[in-house]
């Protein structure tokens, strides 16, 4: 379980984030077109899990634009934009964005939250997944995990893209 805050106020998860060097757990997400899409379908490139609570707050749209933008140059690697959002409102906020270079991916029918430990156990936002970035190697392997300490925190991009280099 992650000790965290939201606006400054204690808020847990239901477990931790995997660590770094394990190997990462299948899972099986929905798709902006309701496709199903598990992580096995990006296997042979580096993967970027941007978690997050919603896509209609600010820093959670800032973070999906900043890992667009920074998606573009990065060679081998998909970034998947993982929330419990609708696959609906996910789609909605792409067009309207321009969002153009990552997966955005929906948790609301899955156990994803509970199995990468990032689901709310309490506090206004409980049900939603945390703010955390999760790095996988071509191999499956983690190489890099943050669990952002704040949720109305940006995560550090600079380190997760780091990951990947």
């Given at each position: 379980?992650?000790?965290i805050?939201?606006k400054?106020n204690?808020?847990h998860?239901?477990?931790?984030?995997p660590?770094v060097?394990t190997e990462?757990?299948?899972?099986?997400?929905t798709?902006?077109?309701l496709s199903?899409?598990s992580?096995?379908?990006?296997?042979?490139?580096?993967v970027?899990?941007?978690?997050f609570?919603?896509?209609?707050?600010?820093?959670?749209?800032?973070?999906v634009r900043?890992f667009?933008e920074d998606?573009?140059?990065?060679?081998?690697?998909?970034v998947l934009?993982?929330s419990?959002?609708?696959?609906?409102a996910?789609?909605?906020?792409?067009?309207?964005?321009?969002?153009?270079?990552?997966?955005m991916?929906?948790?609301?029918?899955?156990?994803?939250?509970?199995?990468?430990?990032?689901?709310?156990?309490d506090?206004?936002?409980?049900?939603l997944l945390?703010?955390?970035?999760v790095?996988?190697?071509?191999?499956?392997?983690?190489?890099?995990?943050?669990?952002v300490?704040?949720?109305a925190?940006?995560?550090n991009?600079?380190?997760a893209?780091?990951?990947?280099?």
């Amino acid at each position: 379980m992650a000790n965290i805050t939201f606006k400054g106020n204690p808020v847990h998860t239901i477990g931790a984030l995997p660590k770094v060097g394990t190997e990462a757990q299948d899972f099986t997400l929905t798709a902006v077109d309701l496709s199903e899409k598990s992580l096995k379908a990006f296997q042979g490139k580096y993967v970027i899990l941007n978690i997050f609570p919603s896509v209609n707050t600010g820093v959670c749209a800032a973070s999906v634009r900043k890992f667009n933008e920074d998606a573009a140059q990065l060679p081998n690697t998909t970034v998947l934009c993982i929330s419990k959002d609708l696959p609906f409102a996910q789609a909605q906020f792409c067009g309207a964005e321009g969002i153009k270079n990552v997966v955005m991916l929906s948790d609301f029918r899955s156990d994803f939250g509970k199995t990468y430990g990032v689901e709310l156990t309490d506090g206004p936002l409980r049900g939603l997944l945390s703010r955390a970035v999760v790095v996988i190697d071509p191999q499956g392997k983690i190489v890099y995990e943050e669990q952002v300490p704040e949720i109305a925190q940006e995560p550090n991009y600079s380190e997760a893209l780091a990951a990947v280099k």
